[in-house]
């Protein structure tokens, strides 16, 4: 729901849940979006949104002055995948989207079409190297036998995430990132096996691996909407 107040003229979108403990704020291009418990007075949560203001008021400028950085998916131009640049090579016929070295060949098509073939291509080749990622994460925090299925997301606004049976899902898109940050969210959820919450001790799993975990945490914070 739209909360009956705004900052620099974008409204706040609240999203309540009975199973939410904490209050969190989100800020994105256009957009905020406050999290909190079902019971928590809408009148405390204005002050908390009052007290962030210029925090959000920050974001919210550094978003609207910052370059597009949208993908370009012409003849010739580089797709990140997994720390490596692959050039797009339209060929007329050529069936779904095949890989040669560097290469990535399809079909030349209409943007959307183009957009949803390379997405179908990215879910299914980033599979394996998260698998293998995530394996090996909970091998180093001897966390294996724990560990459930591992699969690809599309998550709206989860990067990451690890359920009470040990499944652990990564998006799809962290594959256009760079390869240390898509290391430190599959090392984040591997070490939800330890920790379903993000105590003190949760945090010491991950420092344990990661002590820099906290700059790629910033990188996704600050340049994540650009994947």
């Known amino acids: 729901m739209t909360s009956p107040w705004a900052i620099e003229g974008v409204p706040v979108q609240l999203r309540r849940s009975a199973k939410r403990r904490t209050v969190a704020l989100q800020v994105r291009p256009g957009e905020i979006t406050l ?8 009148a405390s949560l204005r002050q908390i949104v009052d007290a962030r203001q210029e925090w959000i008021a920050h974001h919210l400028a550094q978003y609207a002055a910052r370059p597009t950085s949208e993908l370009s998916f012409g003849h010739g131009s580089s797709l990140p995948f997994l720390g490596q640049g692959l050039r797009l090579d339209f060929t007329p016929g050529v069936r779904g989207v095949q890989r040669d070295g560097g290469t990535l060949r399809l079909a030349p098509g209409e943007r959307e079409d183009v957009q949803q073939r390379i997405e179908a291509w990215t879910r299914r080749a980033c ?17 294996l036998v724990r560990l459930g299925q591992v ?21 799809w898109k962290l594959s256009r990132a760079p390869l240390e940050v898509l290391h430190y969210v599959a090392l984040h959820e591997v070490a939800h096996l330890h920790e379903l919450n993000h105590s003190a001790r949760y945090w010491s799993h991950v420092a344990r691996i990661m002590p820099d ?12 909407s650009t994947l």
């Open 151 to 171: 699969r690809v997301s599309g998550a709206q606004y989860r990067w990451g995430s690890c359920t009470a049976k040990g499944d652990i899902r990564l998006h």
């Open 127 to 143: 599979l394996e190297p998260y698998r293998a990622l995530v394996e090996d994460y909970a091998g180093r925090l001897d966390a």
């Open 35 to 42: 999290y909190a418990p079902a019971r928590v007075p809408l």
């Open 213 to 224: 975990y906290s700059q790629h945490r910033d990188w996704l914070r600050e340049w994540g």
